[in-house]
C-alpha cells in the first residue's frame, strides 16, 4: 500500500511540474512577444522625437515658412491691432 501512495505522489508532482512548466513557457512567450512591441514604439517614439526637434526649431521654420508660404505673412505693428466687440 505504502508503494502505491508513493507512485501516484511521484506521478501527482510530476503532473503538476508539467503544466507549472507549460504556463511558464506561454508567459515567457508572451513577455518575449510585450517586449518586442515595446522595443517597436520606443523606436517609434524616438524617431517622432527626433523629427519634432528638427521641424520645431526656429531656423526649420522659417525656412518653411519661406519655401512654403513665400509672401503670404508679413508684420503688423501692434498699434494697428483693434479689438473686436462680438456684442454689437
Known amino acids: 500500500?505504502?508503494?502505491?501512495?508513493?507512485?501516484?505522489?511521484?506521478?501527482?508532482?510530476?503532473?503538476?511540474?508539467?503544466?507549472?512548466?507549460?504556463?511558464?513557457?506561454?508567459?515567457?512567450?508572451?513577455?518575449?512577444?510585450?517586449?518586442?512591441?515595446?522595443?517597436?514604439l520606443e523606436e517609434k517614439f524616438d524617431f517622432l522625437l527626433?523629427?519634432?526637434?528638427?521641424?520645431?526649431?526656429?531656423?526649420r521654420l522659417i525656412g518653411l515658412k519661406e519655401k512654403i508660404f513665400k509672401d503670404k505673412f508679413f508684420p503688423i505693428d501692434s498699434t494697428d491691432v483693434k479689438k473686436i466687440d462680438l456684442n454689437e
Open 1 to 40: 500500500m505504502k508503494k502505491y501512495i508513493i507512485f501516484f505522489c511521484v506521478v501527482c508532482l510530476i503532473i503538476t511540474t508539467s503544466i507549472v512548466k507549460s504556463s511558464t513557457r506561454q508567459l515567457e512567450k508572451n513577455i518575449f512577444i510585450l517586449e518586442e512591441e515595446v522595443k517597436i
Open 50 to 59: 527626433l523629427e519634432r526637434d528638427y521641424l520645431t526649431t526656429p531656423e
